[in-house]
């Protein structure tokens, strides 16, 4: 019979950089894919402010693995769920709704978050 004892020594300090590169890295994914959003001209545009003021960044959540791109208007929804109006095209000539599908699985840059995030974390920590 062989007996093996083993001991393990986590070093804390590295671990916690990395959980701390994570968050960073998340939150400037999100950041960086509203930048996207935004440069793609696809939200509808009239005086601005739906793209403009009214959209921000929620990481309040981000030491838990979420961060939000929200619309504070109360038509940000109505506008969102129905891309069958005609949206002007002059400031964005791309304008729509549903305005973040291209990012989502199935759209055609569905792999831009995991792309991003993955070299943000390896620019982060060094890996």
């Not at 671990?15 to 994570?22: D, F, T």
């Not at 739906?50 to 030491?63: A, H, I, V």
């Not at 002007?88 to 199935?106: I, M, Q, S, V």
């Amino acid at each position: 019979m062989i007996r093996c004892n083993s001991s393990i020594q986590l070093d804390m300090n590295a671990i916690n950089k990395l959980c701390a590169a994570q968050v960073a890295a998340l939150e400037q994914t999100a950041e960086a894919l509203h930048a996207e959003v935004e440069q793609s001209q696809v939200f509808p545009f009239d005086t601005g402010n739906l793209q403009n003021e009214s959209t921000f960044l929620d990481k309040s959540e981000s030491r838990n693995g979420k961060v939000a791109i929200v619309n504070s208007t109360p038509y940000a929804r109505r506008l969102y769920f129905h891309p069958e109006y005609h949206f002007k095209t002059e400031e964005n000539p791309n304008a729509k709704g549903k305005w973040f599908d291209d990012w989502l699985p199935g759209g055609k840059y569905e792999d831009f978050a995991r792309k991003t995030f993955h070299e943000l974390y390896r620019r982060i920590t060094g890996l």
